[in-house]
C-alpha cells in the first residue's frame, strides 16, 4: 500500500545525572537488539543541550516515530522536550531492574521515573504513547515497541492527511454530518468540491488511452465474476479521474483518501455507481467513503493504518430473521439473536474479503431509476458474502456538539449464507443489543461503521487516546452496566 506511512523507529536513552549514564546506555543497547528493526541513537539524554544533539541525530536518520526510554529515573523536563520537540509520535517507556545482586550500584529507579516523567507530559499538555505497563526488561520492551509501530503508522498517516470530499450529504443523512473543525484540531485537511467539479473532470478523461489498461486490469480481477463487463470502461475512466485527482490536489500533504456522494444524482449523470472503483480504491489504501460520509473516510484511514489491510465501510444494516438464526446460528454458537445482525453495503467491500465476488448492479437504486428496464446506470456494484473471521467494528465521528467520540467492538463474521445482495455478512458483536442501545443509539452515532478484518481494538484505542478523543466506548460485558441502562430492566 502507498498511501499509507512507513514506519522508522527511533531510541533514544535518557539518564538522571545522579545516575550512571553506563547503566541507561546498556539497557539501551540491550532493548536495540532485542527489538531489531530501530535507529539507536547513541546520544544519551541528561540536560537540554544533549536532548537538542539527540533531537538532531534521529532526524538526520529520517527517524519518524520516537522511542524514549528511561535507563534510569531520568531528567524529567529534558526527557519529555524530546516528546515536545519531536515531529512525529512518541513512545516513552522505562527499564525494570535485572537482578536481586545489582540493587546498590547497578539500580536504576525508572519505575519511579516514569510517574515524574507522566506528570511532567500532564504540565506541558504533551501527548504520548505510554503502554499498558510501561516497565519491563529489553525484551519486554521489545514488544512494547512492536505495539506502538501500528499506533504510530496511524498517528503518522493522519498527521499527513487530505480528505477529499464531492458533494453534500444527501438530503435524508445528515447522521453522517462532518463537523470539520475536529479534523484540523487533529491535523486534517480537507478539500471540499462538487460534485460538478467531479463530472468536468470524469467527462475530461473520456478516450483517456490509459482506459484500457485498468479495464485489463479488472477483468483479471473480477475473474469469472467479471458480469456486465459492458460498464467497465466507464468505471475505469472513474477511477483514473479519482487517482488523478488524488495526485494533483495532494499539495502539502502525503495521504489522500476520498469521500464522496455516490446518489441520486450520481447514477443518472456518470452513467454508473462507483461501488466497484471505491473497493479498488480501498485495497490500494485509499479509503472512498460512500455518501460524503467524512468522518467514515478517516476511521477507514485509521484502521487501514493500524492493520496494514484494507478494511471497508458498511451499515449496521438489518436484523438476522428468527427463523435463520434458529437455523444457522442457535446451537452452533453461543451467540444470542440480539448479538447478532447483518453489516452491508452496495458494493464497496475490497474483493479479498468476499466470497464469490461479482460486478452486479445496485437494485435499490434500480427501483427508483430503472424500475422496467435491464440495468444499466445503476450497473457498478462488486457483490459477495463477506467471508467470515474476525474483525473489529468502530468509528470515530465529530460531534454535533463538539469533540471526538469513538467506538470499538470486536466480533465476528459468521460462515452463513445471506440469502440477500451487496457487500454483506452476518456479523456477531457479544452484547450487541445492548451495545446498540446503549452506544449506537444513546451516543447518536450514524449508521456507517468501519470494518477492519481482525482484532485491532488496542492499537485503535491507544490511536483514538493519542488523538484525544473525549469518549471510546466499547461493548460491555453484561456485568457492566451502560450509564444509560435501566437497571430494572
Known sequence: MNNIPKVKLGLISVSRDCFPASLSESRRAAVAKAYGDIYECKVTVENETDMLKALEDVNKAGVNALV??????GPETPEVMLAQKFDGPTMFAAAA????????????????????????????????????YPVGTAKDIAGMIAEFVPVARALIGVSKLKIITFGPRPQDFLACNAPIKQLFDIGVEIQENSELDLLVAFNARKGDPRIQGVIDDMTAELGKGCNMAGVLPRLAQFELTLMDWAEANKGSREYVVFASKCWPAFQTEFGFVPCYVNSRLASRGIPVACETDIYGALSEYIGTCVTGQPVTLLDINN???????????????????????MGFHCGN?????????????QRIMKRLLEPDSEPDITRGTLEGDIKEGKITFYRVQGAAEGGLTAYIAHGEVLPVATRSFGGIGVFAIPEMGRFYRHVLIADRYPHHGAVAFGHAGKALFDVFTYLGVGKI?????????????????
Do not use: W
Open 349 to 361: 467491500t475490497p474483493i479479498c474479503h468476499l466470497k464469490d465476488a461479482e460486478l452486479s448492479y
Open 68 to 73: 524514549v526510554f528511561l535507563g534510569n529515573f
Open 97 to 132: 531492574e535485572e537482578s536481586g545482586d545489582t540493587l546498590v550500584d547497578g539500580r536504576g529507579d525508572a519505575y519511579c521515573g516514569m510517574l515524574n516523567c507522566s506528570y511532567n507530559l500532564g504540565l506541558r499538555n504533551i501527548k504520548a504513547f505510554i503502554p499498558e
Open 319 to 341: 436484523s438476522v430473521p428468527a427463523d435463520m438464526y434458529e437455523s444457522e446460528v442457535k446451537g452452533k454458537t453461543a451467540y444470542t439473536h440480539r448479538d447478532v445482525f
Open 473 to 489: 466506548s466499547c461493548n460491555q460485558p453484561a456485568s457492566l452496566p451502560y450509564r444509560t441502562e435501566n437497571p430494572f430492566s
